[in-house]
C-alpha cells in the first residue's frame, strides 16, 4: 500500500482519484501558507499605507493570499486541491491568530474555489503558464466579488468596486499565476516532487 501511494501520477492529470501523497503534500501547501497568511497579515497594514492616496490599490498587495489555491492545483493536479489547501490555510492563519476572525476560512474556500475553476475550464489537463494565470484570475475575481458583496457594497462601483477587482486580480496574475508557477518549477528541480506529474514535467 505505501508503495502504491507514493507511485508517480499517471499522465491523466485530471484523473480523480487522490493517492495518500496528494493528501499529504495538498495539507502541508496549506499548512505552510496559512504560516504565510500570519505573517503577511502582520506586515498588510505597513505596506498599504503607502497606497491611501487611492485606496484600492491596497489591493496589490491581495495576491500572496490567492497563492494557496493557484499552487496546490499546479503542483497536484486533482481536481478539489486548491480548495483543500487554500481553506486549510485560512483556518492554520486563524489557529495562528488572524485579525479577521471565522469569515477567513469563507474566504479561503471561496478562493480555492475561484482557483478551483479556472482549472476546471481546462479540464485538468493544462498546468503551464496561459493555465496558472488562468485559475489565478478566476481566484482574484471569486474574492473581490466577495471583499465588494460584503465590505465595499455601499462604495462606488466605478470609484472603487471596479479599480479594486482589476488591481486583485492583476496581483493574483503576478504572485499566485507567475511566483506560484516559478515556485512548482522550483521546487521539481530538487526532485522533492518526483511522485507529481509537475515534478516530471514542464507543461
Not at 39 to 55: K, R, S, T
Not at 61 to 86: C, D, E, K, T, W
Amino acid at each position: 500500500m505505501a508503495g502504491q501511494a507514493v507511485r508517480p501520477s499517471s499522465s491523466d492529470a485530471g484523473a480523480a482519484r487522490w493517492r495518500t501523497v496528494d493528501i499529504v503534500v495538498t495539507a502541508v501547501l496549506g499548512v505552510a501558507f496559512g504560516v504565510v497568511f500570519w505573517a503577511w497579515n502582520l506586515v498588510f497594514g505597513v505596506l498599504a499605507e503607502p497606497l491611501d492616496f487611492f485606496p484600492p490599490l491596497s489591493a496589490m498587495l491581495n495576491g500572496v493570499y490567492l497563492m494557496p489555491g493557484v499552487v496546490a492545483g499546479l503542483l497536484v493536479r486533482r481536481p478539489g486541491a486548491s480548495i483543500f489547501a487554500s481553506t486549510l490555510a485560512a483556518a492554520v492563519s486563524i489557529l495562528l491568530g488572524s485579525p479577521y476572525g471565522g469569515i477567513i476560512v469563507v474566504y479561503g474556500l471561496v478562493q480555492g474555489a475561484g482557483a478551483e475553476l479556472g482549472f476546471l475550464l481546462t479540464r485538468y489537463r493544462s498546468f503551464g503558464l496561459g493555465t496558472a494565470l488562468l485559475a489565478a484570475a478566476t481566484a482574484g475575481l471569486s474574492t473581490s466579488i466577495l471583499d465588494n458583496v460584503l465590505y465595499y457594497a455601499e462604495l462606488s462601483f466605478l470609484g472603487y468596486q471596479l479599480p479594486y477587482t482589476v488591481f486583485t486580480v492583476i496581483s493574483s496574475m503576478l504572485l499566485a499565476g507567475v511566483v506560484g508557477l516559478l515556485l512548482v518549477r522550483a521546487l521539481a528541480r530538487t526532485g522533492a516532487l518526483s511522485s507529481f506529474a509537475a515534478g516530471r514535467t514542464r507543461a
